[in-house]
């Protein structure tokens, strides 16, 4: 059932999305972490082995909520302590199983398995070379090869090949050639090629997307809260006089999206 009301105009009507900004960021979440879910998976380690993911936002969050369903010994880490608060809301998911949270960085060599997700300027080199480990999994923040100055700053390869383990993959989403993997770069990607197609069909007179600067709440406001309240709305409303269905298009660009161990 669509969400129709009248505009200025009887004649002219608003269409609104009953997809929600939170929903656009849970499904990319949800790709990048059953990626990671099928790999512990196939490694066939115990429930109990432990595991580190590094980095919270948003990638972090949505994989130690989907492994929260299998695995008791998970431990989260980031240097922003707040960021603790996105493991009670319903981003990513739901917490199946406890998940430890921790600032302290020098627990990221305490795990048998290690998930880095921490992209550009997060883990070293030097800090890489220090792991010892049974499976090491990095996430790519570059997408699709399209922008040489962030292909340049990438260094997860020299990264990854400084890890000591067996095991040692690469997770990489792509799909509607954004420049980078992030959950934010790729929602605001699918929204962008929304306002697009939307202005290609007849009928419509504009469109707009509910998308702010939230970076700006998260880390420098640090309100976990505010920033949920604001993602739980309509992520789309179109202004038209041929009515057509939003979600189905939403749904069409999330489709695009695919998340890989490579």
Not at 32 to 56: Q, R
Not at 223 to 239: C, G, M, R
């Amino acid at each position: 059932m669509m969400n129709i009301d009248t505009g200025i105009t009887s004649e002219v009507l608003t269409i609104k999305s009953e997809t929600r900004l939170i929903d656009i960021f849970n499904d990319i979440i949800l790709k990048k972490s059953e990626a990671v879910f099928n790999y512990i998976e196939s490694l066939n380690i115990g429930v109990d082995t432990k595991i580190i993911v590094i980095g919270t936002y948003f990638t972090g969050v949505g994989i130690v909520k989907r492994l929260s369903e299998k695995y008791n010994n998970i431990l989260l880490i980031d240097i922003y302590p707040h960021l603790e608060g996105l493991l009670h809301t319903e981003l990513g998911g739901s917490l199946k199983n406890e998940v430890e949270f921790s600032s302290d960085l020098d627990l990221i060599y305490s795990g048998d398995v290690v998930i880095d997700t921490t992209g550009f300027g997060g883990i070293n080199v030097e800090q890489s070379s220090r792991f010892d480990v049974e499976a090491f999994i990095i996430e790519d923040p570059v997408a699709e090869d399209n922008d040489e100055l962030l292909k340049a700053k990438n260094n997860i390869h020299e990264r990854l090949k400084e890890v000591n383990s067996p095991n040692k993959v690469i997770i990489k989403t792509m799909g509607i050639d954004t420049k980078t993997s992030g959950t934010m770069t790729l929602a605001i990607g699918i929204l962008t090629d929304l306002l697009n197609r939307c202005h290609e069909k007849e009928g419509v007179l504009y469109s707009a997307c509910e998308m702010g600067f939230f970076e700006e709440v998260i880390f420098k406001e640090e309100n976990i809260d505010k920033f949920i309240e604001l993602i739980n709305v309509s992520a789309f409303k179109v202004s038209t006089i041929q009515p057509f269905d939003l979600d189905e298009m939403i749904a069409e660009e999330l489709n695009r999206i695919n998340s890989k161990m490579v």
